[in-house]
Structures are given as structure tokens and as C-alpha cells.
């Protein structure tokens, strides 16, 4: 199995090097892999924002770079797929590698200038930042940690499904981290707010990065501790409690969502290793 390491580098990419490249919220994929020589795909490729180096596969250095516009339109062209789609439907989707190199295109493409004086960046010389030489100010790829929660009820789970996401799964309560706000509070807000339910003994499980576009998905268990389902219907469709072997529809165990309720499962049904 290859095996992805994130990085930094401020190198321009050689003919040999790979690259991903992206148009918009899909990736452009060759018949075979994920990924190609830049010698192959710079055709494809804008020249500005130029190719951003974003770790390694197998010992060899992986770019990312934004497709031209009418980039399908050329011969030879890869496939475009959906972010989204890779990630939720793909089994062979190097996901780690996916979640790296769009988040770092995000970066490189909404701070080209300075959100203080509004002057071009370029690329700071020792880390992965734009600067701005007039501020004299780094400007770091963002991160947006996001709480993502099962919660207990005896030998059930809560499962919801989205008023805002097309796809009929059931998946987790979950959001964003308010500022000066501990990550537990998040959680109970959150459920709170979302269902007008309280829960208790909250516990941390596993992260995933999520490229949509840059979150960090901190991932718990929590018990039910009282209140009565009331929902937020801009946000929430429907909401219910569910036992292990009688779930509806669920995300993969390619997302975290599809992990924690796995985990939850095993739980419930007293098997050992429960942690997702």
C-alpha cells in the first residue's frame, strides 16, 4: 500500500513530480491512479496559481494545481469527480491525500493578498504561509475544528439526517467551535441547540480532516442526560433512536461519521475495542 506524508516545500514541481489537480470541487483523475506526472497533466493546469507542493507518495513529491477552465474540453483530458463522491463512494480515493491537497488549494487561492492591507503575498521562505512583506504578517492555511457526536441512550443511538445534504443517510449531530468555547461545551451546545437534548460524559474518540473545505472533525460519545427531541429544522430533517442491527442508511467507514457509529455498534453490543 503507498503511503501519503503531508509536508511543505517551496519548490516548483518537475516534470516528474506528481500532481493532483483539481477543478473546483472535483478532481480531475487519470484512467489509472489519482495521480500523474506534471509533465502529463501541465497542460491541463493553470499557470497561476502555480502547483504547491503538499506532501509525498511513495518517496515522491505530490503537487496540487487548479485545472484551466476549459481544461475538459481538451484532448486527452482525466475525468472529473466530485470531491464528495470520492471520499463517500470511492474505496480506492487516497482520502488523507485528497483532504490535504484541497485544503491547501483553498489556502493558496483565498489569500493571495493580504486581508489587512490588501496587497499581493507571496510565499514565506521557511513554512507552509503567505506573507505580506508591507504587515509583515503570515497567513496560515485555515483550520475550522468541528465537534461530531454519537449519543447513547441505554442500547440505542441518535441518528439524524440533515435537512441540508441530498443524500438519505442518517448521520451525527455536529458543528463548529464558537471562539473561547472548550471543545466538551461545543458538543453540549451543539446537541442542545440541533435536538433540545442535554448529554453527559462526553469522550473524545478520533479526528478526521474534511476538506469542505477545512474543517477538523473532533469526534465523541456522549449519554443521553434528559430533554425531549425538538428540532432545528433548518438543520435537522429527522431525527430518531436507533438500535445496532436496525440502522438506516449510514455514511461510509471512510468518513468519521461512518466510524463513530461502527464504534457505537460495537459498544452497544459489548464487543472490545469500541475506540473508532
Not at 517551496?10 to 470541487?25: R, S, Y
Not at 487561492?109 to 506573507?131: N, V
Not at 471512510?254 to 464504534?263: E, K, P, S
Given at each position: 500500500m503507498a503511503i501519503w506524508t503531508p509536508g511543505w516545500s517551496?519548490?516548483?514541481?518537475?516534470?516528474?513530480?506528481?500532481?493532483?489537480?483539481?477543478?473546483?470541487?472535483a478532481v480531475l483523475k487519470p484512467d489509472i491512479g489519482w495521480l500523474n506526472q506534471w509533465r502529463a497533466v501541465s497542460p491541463f493546469a493553470k499557470a497561476e496559481p502555480d502547483a504547491v507542493y503538499v506532501g509525498q507518495w511513495d518517496g515522491q513529491a505530490v503537487y496540487v494545481a487548479e485545472a484551466d477552465a476549459d481544461a475538459d474540453a481538451l484532448p486527452g483530458a482525466p475525468e472529473p469527480v466530485p470531491l464528495r463522491?470520492?471520499?463517500?463512494?470511492?474505496?480506492?480515493?487516497?482520502?488523507?491525500?485528497?483532504?490535504?491537497?484541497?485544503?491547501?488549494?483553498?489556502?493558496?487561492?483565498?489569500?493571495?493578498?493580504?486581508?489587512?492591507?490588501?496587497?499581493?503575498?507571496?510565499?514565506?521562505?521557511?513554512?507552509?504561509?503567505?506573507?505580506?512583506?508591507?504587515?509583515?504578517?503570515?497567513?496560515?492555511?485555515?483550520?475550522?475544528?468541528?465537534v461530531i457526536v454519537v449519543i447513547r441512550r441505554d442500547d440505542r443511538m441518535l441518528l439524524a439526517r440533515s435537512s441540508r445534504v441530498k443524500r438519505h443517510f442518517f448521520s451525527l449531530i455536529a458543528g463548529f467551535v464558537e471562539p473561547g468555547e472548550n471543545?466538551?461545551?461545543?458538543?453540549?451546545?451543539?446537541?442542545?441547540?440541533?435536538?433540545?437534548?442535554?448529554?453527559?460524559?462526553?469522550?473524545?474518540?478520533?479526528?478526521?480532516?474534511?476538506?469542505?473545505?477545512?474543517?477538523?472533525?473532533?469526534?465523541?460519545?456522549?449519554?443521553?442526560?434528559?430533554?425531549?427531541l425538538t428540532l432545528q429544522e433548518d438543520e435537522i430533517a429527522e431525527a430518531d433512536w436507533f438500535r445496532p442491527g436496525e440502522l438506516p442508511p449510514v455514511p461510509p467507514s471512510?468518513?468519521?461519521?461512518?466510524?463513530?457509529?461502527?464504534?457505537m455498534v460495537r459498544e452497544i453490543s459489548g464487543e472490545e475495542g469500541a475506540q473508532a
Open positions: 517551496n519548490k516548483a514541481p518537475q516534470e516528474h513530480d506528481l500532481v493532483l489537480t483539481i477543478a473546483g470541487d463522491d470520492a471520499l463517500l463512494m470511492m474505496e480506492d480515493a487516497p482520502a488523507d491525500m485528497l483532504s490535504t491537497a484541497f485544503q491547501v488549494h483553498h489556502w493558496w487561492r483565498d489569500h493571495r493578498f493580504c486581508g489587512r492591507c490588501g496587497g499581493a503575498t507571496g510565499l514565506h521562505p521557511l513554512e507552509r504561509a503567505k506573507w505580506c512583506e508591507a504587515c509583515s504578517i503570515p497567513w496560515y492555511p485555515r483550520l475550522a475544528p468541528c471543545i466538551e461545551a461545543a458538543v453540549a451546545r451543539e446537541v442542545k441547540e440541533e435536538t433540545g437534548l442535554d448529554v453527559s460524559g462526553v469522550r473524545y474518540q478520533a479526528s478526521q480532516p474534511w476538506p469542505f473545505p477545512h474543517q477538523l472533525m473532533l469526534g465523541f460519545f456522549a449519554d443521553y442526560a434528559g430533554g425531549n471512510t468518513t468519521i461519521a461512518g466510524q463513530l457509529i461502527d464504534a
